[in-house]
């Protein structure tokens, strides 16, 4: 299973960037998918999440900016990232929760995009 993610890019802040990840792999079933990030000398935290139903998970810090939305057919997933903010800058990653067995799954990651925001 391979994950790439694209979209990172410098922007300026109030502006917008849609990320995208493709997951690969023969006959891959793909549970939940979300995106997480990193900021220099931070932890990894999750930004957002959605399930093959399309619920959706977001942090306090993005909700009504960041919309994640995903296409089941494609095992593709994006985050649309609005109203961005010097704070949101970070290395973005994606993550998605293949199922490898009856009952069991393994967490694949990307590679990570670079999301800046200049003030």
């Known amino acids: 299973v391979q994950l790439q993610a694209s979209g990172g890019g410098l922007v300026q802040a109030g502006g917008s960037l849609r990320l995208s990840c493709v997951a690969s792999g023969n006959g891959i079933r793909v549970r939940e998918m979300g995106w997480y990030r990193q900021a220099p000398g931070n932890q990894r935290d999750k930004v957002a999440s959605?399930?093959?139903?399309?619920?959706?998970n977001y942090a306090d810090s993005v909700k009504g900016r960041f919309f994640i939305s995903r296409d089941n057919r494609k095992n593709t997933l994006y985050l649309q990232m609005n109203s961005l903010k010097p704070e949101d800058t970070a290395v973005y990653y994606c993550?998605?929760?293949?199922?490898?067995?009856?009952?069991?799954?393994?967490?694949?990651w990307g590679q990570g995009t670079q999301v800046t925001v200049s003030s």
């Open positions: 959605i399930t093959s139903g399309g619920s959706t």
């Open positions: 993550s998605a929760d293949v199922w490898v067995g009856y009952a069991a799954t393994k967490v694949y």
